[in-house]
T-cell receptor
Framework: DAMVIQNPRYQVTQFGKPVTLSCSQT?????MYWYQQKSSQAPKLLFH???????NEADTPDNFQSRRPNTSFCFLDIRSPGLGDTAMYLC???????????FGPGTRLLVL | GENVEQHPSTLSVQEGDSAVIKCTYS??????FPWYKQELGKRPQLIID?????GEKKDQRIAVTLNKTAKHFSLHITETQPEDSAVYFC???????????????FGKGTHLIIQP
């Protein structure tokens, strides 16, 4: 379970104050995903990296950006968080040759 | 894009009875269908998955069936136990032969309650 790590686990930020969430994995998986899960809702895909190739979902707000400096790390940057961005943010990883996607424990973000 | 519908939103069963959760998907290109269990405040955990070239898969008390023609798949849990209480999500994805894949599109979830 410690193979996909997300930091911090809990984050409180102010409206409009940039925040960065991180995900790291020791699985050497090619693909890394970011999902947003609001309270009592299903996870919603924001974007993913296939190796270094970035794939954005059409309805992901411009406010959300991502970086993947190396295989192990992926970051989610929220440039100007709004109250509606309060959610759990889940990082998922997958090996290129397999279908199974593994999730990290998530970061609970509260925007005040 | 893909759209996944899941029913029911809440399911209450007596301990020891069976539970069935159903999902339909819209994109005929989807070929991978996992089911996740999520306990309150925790990450989704994969419990079973099925590829589109298989009609049924079973793992102890859990089974999944897929009807590719009708574009629906179901989760069956037999001999339910209190620890089965959680939210269950179905999902769909298109996994390409070269190893790439779309991300998962999730259903809205089913809150399964096991009554003692």
């Amino acid at each position: 379970d410690a193979m996909v790590i997300q930091n911090p686990r809990y984050q409180v930020t102010q409206f409009g104050k940039p925040v960065t969430l991180s995900c790291s994995q020791t699985l050497n998986h090619n693909v890394m995903y970011w999902y947003q899960q609001k309270s009592s809702q299903a996870p919603k895909l924001l974007f993913h990296y296939y190796d270094k190739d970035f794939n954005n979902e059409a309805d992901t707000p411009d406010n959300f950006q991502s970086r993947r400096p190396n295989t192990s790390f992926c970051f989610l940057d929220i440039r100007s968080p709004g109250l509606g961005d309060t959610a759990m943010y889940l990082c998922g990883t997958r090996k290129r040759t397999q279908e199974t996607q593994y999730f990290g424990p998530g970061t609970r973000l509260l925007v005040l | 894009g893909e759209n996944v519908e899941q029913h029911p939103s809440t399911l209450s069963v007596q301990e020891g009875d069976s539970a069935v959760i159903k999902c339909t998907y819209s994109d005929s290109a989807s070929n991978y269908f996992p089911w996740y269990k999520q306990e309150l405040g925790k990450r989704p955990q994969l419990i079973i998955d099925i590829r589109s070239n298989v009609g049924e898969k079973k793992d102890q008390r859990i089974a999944v069936t897929l009807n590719k023609t009708a574009k629906h798949f179901s989760l069956h849990i037999t001999e339910t136990q209190p620890e089965d209480s959680a939210v269950y999500f179905c999902a769909a994805s298109n996994v390409y032969s070269g190893g790439g894949a779309d991300g998962l599109t999730f259903g809205k979830g089913t809150h399964l309650i096991i009554q003692p």
